[in-house]
């Protein structure tokens, strides 16, 4: 496994995000709160070569609904995104969320937007901005039965009908490592957003749906940046069904019961 940063790269990774965060201030943009630097930076857990800096643009309010605001905010994100492609020698991965995301609805009870909460509440850094994070609801496991829900539609949508068979491995590694996180956090309440802590953790605390080896072989190799032979990857994508299938049902028989 590649090791953390070293402090000359801690203090270059620090300048691209300052860099960034004078640049997004140059826009003038009223919609932007806030911007903070989520994951593996401040959780000090960055390798080099593997992660990005995840930097969360907290927009002002609530999603516009009329399609000029729409437009406009689009418009902002896109040049956002184009700013985060410039950056050097790392890469920065911006992601968009609005104020009332962070609070529950008042309709469902739920945070529809559990993981960022539970992200910037736990592991961030404040690059530009104002917004005190003792706004930000406190995410709670059936919180994450929904995010589960909506990230299981996303995947299948991403790599459609013989997506285990087709998808890049690269891919499918990462997101049996997602759901592996999910299910710590809904089965376990356990948070985990160290990718290189996520399948240990998983051994130590669901050991009643046991990891299939060629699973566990081939999320170490790709932690470790290391090829994953054909059989093996074969193996891999021969297993993953099933074991995805047992992690939903056992997070699903979680859930606790509604009041």
């Not at 516009?64 to 896109?78: F, I, K, N, S, V």
């Not at 009870?109 to 530009?128: E, I, V, Y």
């Amino acid at each position: 496994m590649s090791n953390p940063m070293s402090a000359a790269e801690h203090s270059a990774a620090w300048q691209e995000l300052q860099g960034f965060a004078r640049t997004l201030q140059e826009f003038t943009a009223p919609q932007i709160r806030a911007a903070f630097v989520i994951g593996s930076f401040p959780g000090g857990y960055f390798r080099p070569g593997q992660s990005d800096l995840d930097v969360v643009i907290i927009f002002a309010g609530s999603p516009p609904t009329d399609e000029p605001t729409c437009q406009q905010h689009q418009a902002l994100r896109q040049a956002i995104k184009e700013l985060a492609s410039k950056a050097s020698p790392y890469e920065i991965e911006p992601m968009f969320i609005y104020e009332s995301e962070l609070k529950r609805d008042p309709h469902s009870g739920l945070l529809p937007r559990a993981d960022f909460a539970s992200r910037l509440l736990l592991q961030s850094q404040l690059l530009m901005g104002e917004f005190d994070l003792q706004q930000v609801d406190q995410p709670l496991p059936e919180d994450f039965i929904y995010v589960l829900q909506r990230y299981l539609e996303y995947y299948q949508h991403k790599i459609g009908p013989d997506g285990f068979d087709q998808a890049p491995l690269s891919d499918l590694v990462k997101h049996v490592l997602t759901l592996m996180r999910y299910a710590l956090i809904i089965c376990r309440q356990h948070v985990q957003y160290n990718k290189f802590a996520v399948l240990q953790d998983y051994l130590r605390l669901i050991p009643e749906l046991p990891l299939p080896d060629s699973i566990k072989r081939a999320i170490e190799k790709s932690l470790q940046s290391e090829p994953i032979e054909p059989d093996l990857a074969a193996a891999f994508r021969q297993e993953l069904p099933a074991f995805q299938q047992a992690l939903i049902d056992a997070m699903l028989r979680a859930k606790p019961e509604s009041h």
